[in-house]
C-alpha cells in the first residue's frame, strides 16, 4: 500500500481493523487512488470475519467463567466485557456492509 493510500485509512484499536478515513472526501479523490483504496479496503474486509470469530471465542470464554464462578462482581466484570464486545462485533458487521464502488 502506498503512503497515498495508508493516509486514508486509520487503525481503529477497539475493532483492530483499519477503517477509511477519507479527507478530503472520496470522490474527489484521483481515481487511481480511489481504485487503490477501494483495493485496500476490500483487503481490510476479508479479514473482519476473523476479527468477529476472535471475539466470539472471548465471550464463550467469559460465559464459561461466569458458569465456574459465584463471586458477583466477577460475574459483573464478565458481563460488561461481553457487552463491550458484542459492540464490536456489531460495529465490525456494520463495516463489513460498507461496500464502496467506483462509478462506471
Not at 483495493?39 to 464459561?64: H, M
Not at 462482581?73 to 461481553?82: G, N, P, Q, V
Amino acid at each position: 500500500m502506498t503512503c497515498e493510500v495508508s493516509c486514508y485509512f486509520r487503525f481503529d484499536e477497539r475493532l483492530g481493523i483499519e477503517c477509511p478515513a477519507f479527507d478530503p472526501p472520496f470522490e474527489s479523490l484521483p481515481r487511481p487512488i480511489q481504485e487503490a483504496a477501494l483495493a485496500y479496503w476490500e483487503k481490510v474486509r476479508s479479514g473482519i470475519p476473523d476479527r468477529i470469530q476472535s471475539f466470539e471465542t472471548r465471550i464463550n470464554a467469559l460465559l464459561a467463567r461466569i458458569q465456574e464462578t459465584d463471586d458477583w462482581d466477577e460475574i459483573t466484570r464478565c458481563f460488561d466485557e461481553i457487552s463491550d464486545l458484542a459492540t464490536r462485533i456489531q460495529d465490525l458487521n456494520l463495516w463489513a456492509r460498507v461496500d464502496p464502488s467506483l462509478p462506471s
